[in-house]
């Protein structure tokens, strides 16, 4: 197993990170969270996990460990995939994912693209004592250039499986969040922009 990545970054892409690791360009499947931390030609460690299939090898790469681990342990239940899982981590950090299936939150599951309610009410029987306690380490936001923050996040919306006409709107929707957070100095949060997106979505649905 791939426990880790760790070099300079050679490419990014919507949803891809490629890591120059000994010479060799390693291709890492990530979410828009993670991708907003790297910058091309600059070190990055990640944290991996690699997925087998008969006709495939996908590594995914994840910020931490923390991330990685609850990403290996959604994946025990039922019918949650690895992109599921990863779709899950795109919207919610880890700490988020405990303390919705702590309190039974129906409503955080189903803002996943994917995931219905009955698909969310069978997750939290199945995860609600697998995942362990909030831990404290949800507060690290993941902030984006000001004006990288629309490419970004309409890459994550698409990569999600929206039309591109549903991003253009969802993207529209929060542009005013993102940009009274830049006219304070700030930088707009890839995490905070795209939960706000789907939730524009799931009401338009």
């Known amino acids: ?32 969270g993670t991708l907003a931390r790297l910058k091309v ?11 087998v299939r008969e006709d495939s090898l996908t590594l995914y790469g994840f910020a931490d460990d923390d991330e990685r681990q609850t990403f ?15 779709a899950m981590l795109a919207v919610h950090t880890p700490d988020a994912l405990r303390r919705a299936f702590a309190a039974g939150d129906e409503k ?19 995860l609600r004592d697998r995942l362990g306690e909030p831990v404290g380490s949800a507060g690290a ?26 991003a253009d709107d969802a993207v529209s929707a929060v542009a005013p969040q993102a940009e009274s957070v830049a006219a304070e100095g700030g930088t707009p949060q ?16």
């Open 108 to 126: 955080a599951l189903t803002a996943v693209p994917g995931i219905g309610k009955k698909g969310a009410q069978k997750l939290l029987l199945e």
């Open 41 to 51: 030609g600059q070190p990055a460690r990640l944290a991996t996990s690699l997925v």
């Open 190 to 205: 890839v995490g905070q922009l795209l939960r706000a997106a789907l939730q524009t979505l799931n009401r338009a649905r």
């Open 1 to 32: 197993m791939i426990a880790f990545v760790s070099g300079p970054v050679a490419a990014l892409a919507p949803d891809t990170a490629v890591v120059e690791v000994g010479g060799i360009g390693m291709a890492v499947q990530c979410t828009p």
């Open 141 to 166: 936001a993941v902030s984006a250039p000001a004006g990288g923050w629309r490419d970004q996040l309409h890459a994550a919306l698409v990569g999600l499986g929206y039309a591109s006409r549903e």
């Open 72 to 86: 290996e342990l959604l994946q025990t239940a039922s019918g949650v995939g690895p992109r599921l899982a990863q």
